[in-house]
């Protein structure tokens, strides 16, 4: 069983960053594809980004691309998602999930286990 936590979020102004983090328990952290999602209230939960097992493959969304980059540290049982030039319309709970297939990246119910999300809030 793995259990994942996410750290990180918070309140912050627009223009500025953040870096959150998903911790995993257990073993085979670097055979797991890790995915990072968002949902604002009442909005569906929408795909930012993702990375393969060793971390040789990674896709970020269209919305974020040039703000955002995921990467990870497999010896630290971590992925990592940087936010840089947040606007509010980034503000949103953001979870990560591990496990699944690369090629499924953007599906949240491809993956095998999930994070209960960490709140991330933008003003203006």
């Known amino acids: 069983q793995v259990q994942l936590v996410e750290s990180g979020g918070g309140l912050v102004q627009a223009g500025a960053s953040l870096r959150l983090s998903c911790t995993a328990s257990g073993r085979a952290f670097s055979t797991y594809t890790v995915g990072w999602f968002r949902q604002a209230p009442g909005k569906e939960r929408e795909f930012v980004a993702a990375i393969s097992g060793r971390g040789g493959s990674s896709d970020v969304a269209d919305s974020v691309k040039g703000r955002f980059t995921i990467s990870r540290v497999n010896t630290l049982n971590t992925a990592i998602l940087q936010l840089n030039n947040l606007n509010p319309e980034d503000t949103a709970n953001y979870f990560c999930?591990?496990?699944?297939?690369?090629?499924?990246?953007?599906?949240?119910?491809?993956?095998?286990?999930y994070g209960r999300g960490t709140q991330v809030t933008v003003s203006s």
């Open positions: 999930a591990a496990g699944g297939d690369y090629k499924m990246r953007t599906f949240w119910a491809s993956y095998d286990y």
